[in-house]
């Protein structure tokens, strides 16, 4: 418990930073709901102008875009994710490499501690992290929506929709960790964690454009059908499943490589 309290406090001043930075990207793209509504025909044919390929690669729908569900699928929840993606893949790879990395993982191993335990109250604060971030932004995000709106709209949806930039945040954590767990030594953690979360970025928008279904089980931006979402109040439970077991064997390899590795004295 005192390690997953030191974990907590150690990632307080990050995990406020991301929350707020957040919220404050949603409240910039909600800034622009009301003009893009108000005119919601100019809108349409601004989208027409743009190639069919390139709004598919954005996930963009012409008849959807002008209402705020439309919209924040659309337009706030592409940034949100793909900010959001940046965080846990960057939280899962350094939780556990900045032991080697600022030279204090032979003296964490000198303690009276299993090594299982170290994994799990690191794990717990990552995800204490993630869940801390995400309440704050839904709560933002949802006082926002409600001072924008042009007409009512289902919160659940709204809410459905939110809730699946924590799920793909967890299974970028989940990939972080294994990655730091395999990679000898990390000097930085951040061009990892960007560079794969923007290589999976690119795969789901060309997926997108050549209609590759296959790929969607590849990348997991892919996972969640906003339009499926918002037509059935709903996730696609296969997806759900498949993001599961891939995060447990994801956390059982961190469990059975971090039991088995070296651990490097300074």
């Known amino acids: 418990m005192s390690m997953f309290l030191h974990e907590l406090k150690a990632y307080r001043k990050s995990t406020i930073i991301w929350s707020a930075s957040l919220v404050l990207l949603a409240l910039f793209m909600f800034s622009m709901f009301p003009s893009i509504s108000k005119d919601a025909e100019s809108f349409k044919k601004l989208l027409d102008v743009y190639p069919p390929a390139f709004r598919k690669a954005l996930g963009l729908s012409v008849d959807s875009v002008t209402s705020l569900l439309g919209f924040y699928s659309s337009f706030v929840l592409l940034y949100e994710v793909l900010c959001g993606s940046i965080q846990a893949m960057n939280l899962g790879t350094a939780i556990i490499s900045k032991e080697v990395r600022e030279k204090t993982a032979d003296f964490l ?61 967890i299974m970028f954590m989940s990939l972080g960790i294994v990655i730091s767990m395999i990679l000898p030594r990390i000097r930085s953690v951040l061009p990892i964690s960007i560079g794969t979360v923007l290589g999976f970025f690119f795969i789901e928008m060309f997926s997108s454009i050549i209609g590759d279904k296959a790929v969607r089980y590849i990348t997991p931006f892919k996972y969640y ?12 439970y296969k997806y759900i499943l498949i993001e599961l077991v891939f995060i447990i064997v994801f956390i059982l390899m961190s469990y059975v490589i971090y039991s088995k590795k070296d651990i490097h004295a300074v």
């Open 109 to 169: 191993l000198t303690k009276p501690i299993k090594r299982h335990e170290i994994v799990t109250s690191k794990l717990l604060a990552a995800i204490s992290s993630l869940v801390i971030t995400n309440i704050i932004y839904i709560a933002g995000a949802s006082i926002i929506a409600e001072i924008v709106k042009n007409k009512s709209f289902d919160y659940k949806i709204f809410l459905l929709l939110s809730i699946t930039l924590f799920l793909v945040q």
């Open 225 to 236: 059908d906003y339009s499926y979402i918002i037509k059935h109040s709903a996730y696609e």
